[in-house]
């Protein structure tokens, strides 16, 4: 029998597809290496990031004062559990604080885990200090959100996708229209225990509320008594060009969910961060997660701190992502439908006539770009926030020659 020998490439695709549960569909690319904004292959080909772990890697691949950070834990301690304090957590939680302008930290590992934790703290912040009667808080929420796929988020989710074949759904939650303050103002009760929604959709393709709704939202909530809650998991520390989204228009919540960037690309860490008012409601033995908080995330998180408090990131969010926006604005009409979004990240919709976004996609990564669809129909850009205008420009050319001669 003649011995088969496959490039690279396939052996490790098929390793994953024979032993791996098939809940992805990656493109075809297997990444060894990463600096900055860009990956290596297995087979040495070089590739720009353009999606950077959905803003997970906003500072880039191995940025050295985050690997730096994590070298020096991994010598000293990396777990305690909750059950002992340790030298990092409370530093972590004060330093997360100061560059949020909030009063307390809670932490958690992943992006889900944050918001199920603000879920669960509103509700009590209903039954505790606004009175709801027990078991009847609810929250609104809105359509076409992304905010994890846990059974009791993918409850409030409006993708078939992510819905189908996993109910029976958790109760307590209702659903109006991204971006109509009518909608909201009618479903907000005086059961309502908290407003929670995205600032930018990410997942429906980038989406930006319409001027002032935000600040709608925030009225409303105080009107009526109700948390704001934010995910900023995907749009906020830095991604938008402020450190929230919210901060375009001025805006404060109650609750923040933050993730992904907050653990530098390098390990899961998530928090919800707020006012002592409402995290202050738990108490021991009410909520808690074997890792959140422990001495790995926390040196690895104080560190993403301390690159955020500097405003550099931020800076070049907003210089580089109106220079994104010009560009790909020019691309309207050509291949492309619309740009929306805000800093260095995009929504390019597709015209009609056009490749699907999959197919954009592969294309893309065929000129050694990574981006990756979103709704089948919208390109998803964000680059990392340390990226440079060359290479920004060298992404955004071939978007423009995949769509051009494809659109």
Known sequence: MTATFLPATEQFIALDEEWSTHNYHPLPVVISHGEGAWVTDVEGRRYLDFLSGYSSLNFGHRHPDLVAAAVEQLGRVTLTSRAFHHDRFGAFCREL?????????LAMNSGAEAVESAIKVARKWAYRVKGVPAGEAEIV?????FHGRTTTIVSFSTDDTARDDFGPFTPGFRVVRYGSLDDLRAAVTDRTAAVLLEPVQGEAGV???????????RELCDERGVLMIADEIQ???????ELFALDHEGVRADLYTLGKALGGGILPVSAVVGSRDVLGVLRPGEHGSTFGGNPLACAVG???????????YQRRSRELG???HARLGELVGHGVAEVRGRGLWAGVEIAPGGPRGREASEALAGLGVLCKETQDTTLRVAPPLMISRE???RGIDAIGQ???TRG
Do not use: F, I
């Not at 104080?302 to 550099?312: F, I």
């Open 97 to 105: 604080a100061e560059l949020t302008g909030t009063d307390l930290v």
């Open 322 to 324: 109106a220079h994104l």
């Open 141 to 145: 929420v809105a359509g076409s959100n």
């Open 402 to 404: 995949v769509l051009r």
């Open 302 to 312: 104080r560190a993403v701190v301390r690159l955020l408090a500097t405003g550099e």
């Open 391 to 393: 290479d920004l420009d």
């Open 207 to 217: 989406v930006v509320p319409p001027a002032g709704y935000l600040r709608g939202v």
């Open 235 to 241: 749009s906020g520390l830095g991604r938008t060009g």
